[in-house]
């Protein structure tokens, strides 16, 4: 079954305490992305990346830190996480062949 | 500036009823994504449209390039549909991100 699949769904950490969100995708996509949901402001990119060792900033990449060793795997790094980031994270990936796209099921992240 | 623009907001109806949730949107595209939302918060992508019209199950989906509009349609509306839905369109020639809009929350009454 094709799919995204982000870990942990929901976690909750205190400020300055260094945590990953993984994010697995097994349809061999060359573009994949991180953004995050808030209330009233939508939807936002933070990082995207078009194929291994490629990626690039999104409109809010602040405090975020990714990489891309494999193609099916794109990581989202919180250094050092603030309360501002306390938000529902997506992991999202694609093809350049078509424009098919598939989302993850979302991270929900509290930093006290 | 919103690239995407989705009304209504807000919409409670009645179970049974015909809904209608629509999406305009300013820049030229190479596909439009209708994603659902349930309050557990994971989003799932319903339709995929580059053209024309999809169906599945009780959702209808339409689009029309000339004019930048989409509409999604839900016939006989089930509590079960209660969730956010969300326009995403995939600009032509920008391959590395989606413009959303702000969503619409739907809220079908028994």
Same mark, same amino acid.
């Given at each position: 079954?094709?799919?995204?699949?982000?870990?942990?769904?929901?976690?909750i950490? $205190?400020?300055?305490?260094?945590?990953?969100?993984?994010?697995?995708?097994n349809?061999?996509?060359?573009?994949?992305?991180?953004y995050?949901?808030?209330?009233?402001?939508?939807?936002?990119?933070?990082?995207?990346?078009?194929?291994?060792? $490629?990626?690039?900033?999104?409109?809010?990449?602040?405090?975020?830190?990714?990489?891309?060793?494999?193609?099916?795997?794109?990581?989202?790094?919180?250094?050092?996480?603030?309360?501002?980031?306390?938000?529902?994270?997506?992991?999202?990936?694609g093809?350049?062949?078509?424009?098919?796209?598939?989302?993850?099921?979302?991270?929900?992240?509290?930093?006290? | 500036?919103?690239?995407?623009?989705?009304?209504?907001?807000?919409?409670?109806?009645?179970?049974?009823?015909f809904?209608?949730?629509?999406?305009?949107?300013?820049?030229?595209i190479?596909?439009?994504?209708?994603?659902?939302?349930?309050?557990? @918060? @994971?989003?799932?992508?319903?339709?995929?449209?580059?053209?024309?019209?999809?169906k599945?199950?009780r959702?209808?989906?339409?689009?029309?390039?000339q004019?930048?509009?989409?509409?999604?349609?839900?016939?006989?509306?089930?509590?079960?549909?209660?969730?956010?839905?969300?326009?995403?369109?995939?600009?032509?020639?920008?391959?590395?991100?989606?413009?959303?809009?702000?969503?619409?929350?739907?809220?079908?009454?028994?």
């Amino acid at each position: 079954e094709a799919q995204v699949t982000q870990n942990p769904r929901y976690l909750i950490t $205190v400020t300055g305490k260094k945590l990953t969100v993984t994010c697995s995708q097994n349809m061999n996509h060359e573009y994949m992305s991180w953004y995050r949901q808030d209330p009233g402001l939508g939807l936002r990119q933070i990082y995207y990346s078009m194929n291994v060792e $490629v990626t690039d900033k999104g409109d809010v990449p602040e405090g975020y830190k990714v990489s891309r060793k494999e193609k099916r795997n794109f990581p989202l790094i919180l250094e050092s996480p603030s309360p501002n980031q306390t938000s529902l994270y997506f992991c999202a990936s694609g093809s350049f062949r078509d424009t098919e796209a598939f989302f993850g099921q979302g991270t929900r992240l509290t930093v006290v | 500036k919103n690239e995407v623009e989705q009304s209504p907001q807000n919409l409670t109806a009645q179970e049974g009823e015909f809904i209608t949730i629509n999406c305009s949107y300013s820049v030229g595209i190479s596909a439009l994504h209708w994603l659902q939302q349930h309050p557990g @918060g @994971g989003i799932v992508s319903l339709f995929m449209l580059s053209s024309g019209k999809k169906k599945h199950g009780r959702l209808i989906a339409t689009i029309n390039i000339q004019e930048k509009h989409s509409s999604l349609h839900i016939t006989a509306s089930h509590p079960r549909d209660s969730a956010v839905y969300i326009c995403a369109v995939r600009p032509f020639m920008v391959v590395n991100k989606f413009y959303f809009g702000s969503g619409t929350k739907l809220n079908v009454k028994p």
